[in-house]
């Protein structure tokens, strides 16, 4: 298993450009997630998956649009990129829950700067 | 509002040197608190997950313990290659699968 792979692992944008950030997991994971980490913050949730074709906002989704066709793929729009959307964006995913918490898996990110 | 606080925000250790890192949250009915590890230039990678209030992990030079506020990662005789950074997050029964995550704190080992 690759586990969560994300493309590309560096861009730079103008601003107002838009791109699509890709992930996808080979886990049979139901639930995906993408966090943006700003240099010594923590991670804040943008939008979250539960499942094919639904999704919800996070903490941080404003500027940012999410879409889950399929159960691997969870692709990140940022449409007219802004300088406050430089950083670092990780993916993860994490097994439909039965009766108890379950583990978030990770991705190695996409650093992404905004000039 | 779920809050996690880390400190210190940064240590630095003589290699065999034994820590703790501190881990202080707020949530509204904790149904998990999480510690992770981060390499630089990496995503996080997951270490334990604690449950209630008393309980214990191991795994290496690691152990994470939990109290009703707050959680601690004791790090015995470190090793260089234990640098990294140190990420704790919780995960709120009235959040579903939502992690609250904490700002890190990175450890230095020297040698």
């Known amino acids: 298993n690759a586990g969560v792979t994300q493309t590309p692992k560096f861009r730079i944008l103008k601003i107002g450009q838009s791109m699509t950030l890709q992930c996808t997991q080979d886990m049979n994971h139901n639930y995906m997630y993408w966090y943006r980490q700003d240099p010594g913050m923590g991670l804040k949730l943008i939008y979250y998956?539960?499942?094919?074709?639904?999704?919800d906002k996070g903490e941080v989704p404003n500027g940012y649009n999410v879409s889950r066709s399929t159960t691997e793929d969870f692709p990140l729009r940022l449409e007219l990129a802004a300088p406050s959307q430089t950083s670092v964006y990780f993916c993860a995913s994490s097994p439909l829950p039965a009766t108890s918490t379950d583990t978030q898996y990770f991705g190695p990110g996409t650093r992404l700067t905004v000039l | 509002e779920d809050q996690v606080t880390q400190s210190p925000e940064a240590l630095r250790l003589q290699e065999g040197e034994s820590s703790s890192l501190n881990c202080s949250y707020t949530v509204s009915g904790l149904r998990g608190l999480f510690w992770y590890r981060q390499d630089p230039g990496k995503g996080p990678e997951f270490l334990f997950t604690l449950y209630s209030a008393g309980e214990e992990k191991e795994k290496e030079r690691l152990k994470a313990t939990l109290t009703k506020k707050e959680s601690f990662l004791h790090i015995t005789a470190p090793k260089p290659e234990d640098s990294a950074t140190y990420l704790c997050?919780?995960?709120?029964?009235?959040?579903?699968?939502?992690?609250?995550f904490g700002g890190g704190t990175r450890v230095l080992v020297k040698p």
């Open positions: 998956s539960v499942g094919a074709g639904i999704t």
């Open positions: 997050a919780v995960q709120a029964i009235a959040a579903g699968n939502k992690l609250t």
